[in-house]
């Protein structure tokens, strides 16, 4: 039973698709390796440019220090021994309001390109009574001393500040680098008089700052109240974090998101106050990027934006290799059935050409797409192995009117394929829907087919070229 012919062509035909699952192996490794190789592309802008930003501010502190003796000792060895604890007294403000716009920045190492951005941010701070700002004795006849109040606004890259200008009561501050914060240590800062210690009427900052980072935006809603706009001209946001925008508007031509949020819906304040670092998920760039498998409930809350490549043409060819499989099925499926309704017989060879002029598809693919658009990348590879398969094809089964319905056949699984890469949410079904339908057509075309008279010995025949046909039995007149 085993030695008919049957078995042993689906045998070769076993090996022969293990054979072209390992290509794709190796294409898919080639296309994880270019992955790898954008990755290393976007650190490496980070490290000379800014990495992803984070915007945490203003707010205002001063460090204290509280000391006190302690008498120790007994008898002549009694002695005096100084105390001390050391804490942050910090003012939120109740008011928080920023103003964003991002220009999109292209920067390439090579063939791999990063988005980066330009960010202009106007923000309002406003603060009521500081009362939090004085300090408040916890032992009897301590000392108490604390160094100037400070305004701060922490960034995750410090490198990306380019201008930045404070404004308070009217007044330009002079800014100095750093925040003297334990935690927040990037950003910049302005000393306060100690005279608004205490202030019970308030006080209101405005900043203007221009930053630049690497795709990604985090904001922390530090205010009692909180609203931030922000435009761009980003037509692909991918918003994250703790809170989704409020309103959004997505165009071709960029994007509007706006937040509003409340320090009843977020524990912002009290995050910081307790110094919770700031998370900004896989990105690394910045000290609060490392989240070191840190839970949500080790990070502060945040929300962000990052500008993302939907038509990255590595990630597009890494979605487009795993339908390799069942490209090479399908294929030989059509190749099968023409063998089987038209009594032809195809060399396992031919199997094994024609699946590889399908992995090379893949190969074409995404080394076209590191210097064409991914569409015009596309419809090259797949034009030149339709081209290719449809000319094979006619002299494999005998006839170009045979050839030209497999090239049609494969040319709409390109098109199939295209259409699932573009797609998002309906890749699924729509994908499920297209193999139940190829499966049903199978069904169809085979319904008549007598299996077990396959398998007892009615081998196809191969057909023969027009010219090697014999000629028709002559009758001679008598």
């Not at 009117?401 to 699924?428: D, F, K, M, N, S």
């Not at 079904?429 to 010995?457: C, D, E, H, P």
Request: proline share 5%.
């Amino acid at each position: 039973m085993f030695k008919h012919p049957l078995f042993t062509k689906l045998a070769a035909l076993a090996v022969i698709t293990m054979l072209l699952l390992f290509g794709l192996g190796l294409v898919e490794n080639v296309v994880r390796d270019r992955l790898r190789y954008r990755s290393i592309t976007a650190q490496s802008v980070a490290e000379s440019l800014a990495g992803p930003q984070t915007l945490m501010g203003p707010m205002i502190h001063s460090a204290c220090v509280e000391s006190w003796d302690v008498e120790t000792g007994k008898g002549d060895e009694r002695r005096m021994v100084e105390q001390r604890r050391e804490f942050l007294l910090t003012a939120m403000p109740e008011q928080l309001k920023l103003s964003t716009g991002a220009a999109m920045e292209e920067r390439a190492r090579g063939l791999h390109k990063v988005n980066t951005y330009n960010l202009k941010a106007h923000v309002t701070a406003q603060w009521g009574s500081l009362a939090s700002l004085q300090p408040h004795s916890t032992m009897k006849n301590s000392r108490m001393h604390c160094g100037a109040p400070i305004v701060m606004m922490a960034v995750g890259d410090a490198r990306g500040i380019r201008t930045a200008q404070l404004t308070m009561a009217d007044q330009a501050m002079a800014l100095k680098p750093g925040t003297f914060h334990p935690t927040y240590s990037r950003g910049l800062h302005a000393m306060l008089p100690e005279s608004v210690r205490g202030k019970a009427d308030g006080l209101t900052a405005t900043l203007d700052l221009e930053l630049v980072g690497t795709e990604r935006l985090a904001i922390v809603p530090l205010g009692g109240n909180t609203e931030v706009l922000m435009t761009s001209s980003w037509p692909h946001p991918s918003f994250a974090g703790r809170f989704l925008p409020s309103e959004r508007e997505v165009k071709k031509t960029g994007f509007s998101a706006q937040w509003r949020l409340s320090s009843l819906a977020t524990t912002a304040q009290a995050d910081i106050a307790n110094g919770k670092r700031i998370c900004l998920g896989t990105d690394e760039g910045s000290d609060y990027a490392h989240t070191g498998g840190a839970t949500p409930s080790d990070c502060a809350d945040s929300f962000s934006v990052a500008f993302i490549d939907p038509v990255n043409p590595y990630s597009l060819s890494d979605r487009a290799t795993k339908y390799g499989v069942l490209f090479i099925a399908l294929t030989f499926v059509a190749v099968g059935l023409f063998e089987l309704m038209k009594k032809l017989r195809v060399h396992p060879v031919q199997y094994l050409l024609v699946g590889s002029a399908l992995c090379s598809f893949f190969l074409l693919l995404v080394s076209l797409s590191e210097h064409l658009p991914f569409g015009i990348s596309y419809a090259i590879a797949a034009t030149a192995c339709v081209l290719l398969l449809a000319y094979y094809a006619s002299h494999m089964l005998g006839s170009l009117a045979r050839g030209i319905p497999l090239g049609a056949g494969i040319a709409l699984l390109y098109g199939l394929l295209y259409v699932l890469l573009q797609l998002e949410q309906t890749a699924l079904v729509v994908g499920a829907i297209a193999l139940f339908l190829v499966l049903a057509a199978v069904m169809v075309l085979t319904r008549k087919v007598n299996w077990y008279g396959l398998s007892q010995g009615s081998t196809p025949s191969r057909p023969m070229p027009p010219t090697a046909r014999p000629a028709a039995p002559r009758t001679e007149a008598p």
